[in-house]
């Protein structure tokens, strides 16, 4: 599994485990509900800049 999986994975994850929204998880790391969406689903990869907002929101709410 390519490294763009694993954050789709975690996202999805994540999601589950504290019960959030595509839009809530947009709203804490700072980026767009459709970029957000788009990576999750694989529709595109994360930037280096977004996985580490994405990463950071995450490490923070555990």
Known sequence: MDEGNNL?????NYEKDHDLTDNEMAFGSQLSVERVHDIKSQASDATPEEEGLLRRFMDSHQ
Do not use: A, G, R, T
């Open 8 to 12: 789709s994975m975690d996202i999805i």
